[in-house]
Structure formats: C-alpha cells, structure tokens
C-alpha cells in the first residue's frame, strides 16, 4: 500500500432500497481514493437479506450485485487505492422492519439498549451463515477486490457469537472459547474452498465488548491467536457493541490524550501475534497516528475524519496537523453519511 491510512468501513446509508450501490458511494470513493487513502474498506454489506441492519445498507447477497461493486472498485484502482469488502450479518441488531421477522443470535439474548429480543439460531441457520459468508467472499474476489474483512466486532452476529454476554449456548457453538470461535473457524475454512487460498481475508475484532459478562482484553488476544492460527491476513481492532452505548464511536475527542481509545488494547494483541494489526478509534492528529505507528501498530484507521475531509491523508502530507472533525456523530445521517459542520 501507499502509506499507512485506511478509511475503517463506515456505513454510507446511501444503497437504493434493494442495496445495489450506486454513483452516490461511488463518488465518497473516488474523493478518499484521489486525495491519498492507501486502502478503502467499504461500508458493511449484509450476507443475508435476514441480516440487513440499517436503512439504505449495501448487500452482498446474491451475484446480482457483484457488477455495481465492479464499478466500486474500478473507482478505487483508479485513484491508487486499495480496497476491501466488508462482509456482515447485523444479528440481533438487525432491525425487525428490515430483516423480514425476528433478528436472530446465538442465544436468545434481549437487547437492553433497543428492547429487541431475538430468537435463538437452529444449527442449520449456522451452517447457511457460514456458507453465506463464503459467498459475499467469493463475489467480492469476482467484483475485484483486494480483500474480504469480516466483520466480528461492534456487536453484529460474529461479535455476538465470540462474546460470551451473547452466546449462551450448550452445543457445539457455544460455551467455551473454542466453541464460540468455530463459526469463525468454518467461515475461513469455507473462504478458502470458495474465494481461493490466495484471497486475503480479514477481520474487524472487538478489543472490549464494554458489557460486564462481554469480552475483555485477554479474551480478545485469545481470539487473535486463533485467527492467526486460521490464516487470517489482518486485523483490525476497534470495540463496543449497541447495548454497551457510545464506546465505538466516542463524542468529546478534545486532544491527544482523547485520541486512540483502543490503542492500547492493539498493541497487547500486537505483542501476542504475528499477523498485522490495524486500528480505529478517534485518531484525529498526526503526532497521535505517528505515536500509533512508532510503537507497533501496521496501519491506523479513520471514520468520521474522512467524512468530513476527504482529502485529509493529502492535508496531512502537506503539513496539516489535527483534522477538522469534532466527533459529534452528527455525520451518521440515515439520508446519506455526511458532515454537518462542513
């Protein structure tokens, strides 16, 4: 890659109503790719139609979609980028309206945050998301893309089957640290067979679930270890999940000592693996992604930034030293991502 700034997936809430992208995503890429990101990841994209988690979400979820990603990653070549499918099943934060029925999950676990109370996946419905991934893998390696990152972080299906406040199951998929990893287990082993031995996969982990019976660092670096073992190409570390609040994407990021809240967490699981470590989580000035990169970490990841300056990598080289963003979410914009204050 060109240098060391990748744009973390972020939901652009700009897919028509049956999730074809379209020019509008089109364009954010072609802004990010033309001002210097190395590496674009694209907004989560649901595997199954039961898994669409947002209004306006891209699918991968039939081979139907794979010529307008085409067109997505044509964009990104274009301009010297990188970039990478972000696959994803929204679980028990899918919402009802828009998943056809009751969100499902490991265990039938309500959601304190939205009141949602799913139902309990069947063993058969495992097997499909296992096999489901495999093929959003398989049509993102026919579209062009460079990678496939599967999304097991922020509490969406694969979060919830590794964290124990989610999983609470009795059989094979469940209880203990092996069980709960073998779904992902099966989808690497299944990427392989499908997308090839040569397709890089990579993954978006939770540091923390930030819930008391969640995840917790050292159970993150368990996890890392088995990635590793299962030839996963990258992580990316972030945290949080729906039901712990505002611990993804934080608000009152005042300075440095504000900055890179799951930094530390990355760079346990840095010193416990081998493979590439990436990290999100309110970097907004250079000294602090400097900081970052001298004490280990591969690659620092930017959301909300990018959103409102496309061309902060080019702002950066030329000197800049703190990004405009004010991390007040108010980008997150179910018409369409975007920076209020721009």
Known sequence: ????????????????????????????????????????????AYIQPNGKASERQASISDDKFIDGYKKMVAIAHAGGSKIVLQAAHGGRQSKPELCGGDPVC?????????GIHPREMREEEINQVIDSFAEAARRGRDAGFDAVQLHAAHGYLLSQFLSPHTNRREDQWGGSEENRFRIISGIMA???????????????????????TGLKVSDSIKIAKRLETAGVGAIEVSGGMMEAGPKTARTGIAGEKDEGYFLSAALEIKKAIGVPIFVVGGFRSAAMIQKALDQ?????????????????IKKFKEGKKRADCISCNGCFNPEGIRCKHA
């Open 296 to 312: 280990g970490i591969d690659m620092v990841s930017l959301a909300r930034p990018l959103v409102r300056e496309p061309d902060l």
């Open 106 to 114: 490991p265990s039938a676990v309500p959601d304190a945050k939205t």
């Open 1 to 44: 890659m060109r240098n060391r700034f990748i744009r973390s997936a972020t939901h652009e809430y700009m897919a028509d109503g049956e999730g074809f992208v379209n020019e509008r995503i089109g364009n954010i890429y072609r802004q990010l790719a033309g001002n210097g990101v190395a590496c674009i990841i694209t907004g989560h």
């Open 190 to 212: 299944a990427v392989r067979k499908k997308a090839g031995n040569d397709f890089p996969v990579w993954i978006k982990l939770n540091s923390e679930d930030f819930i008391e």
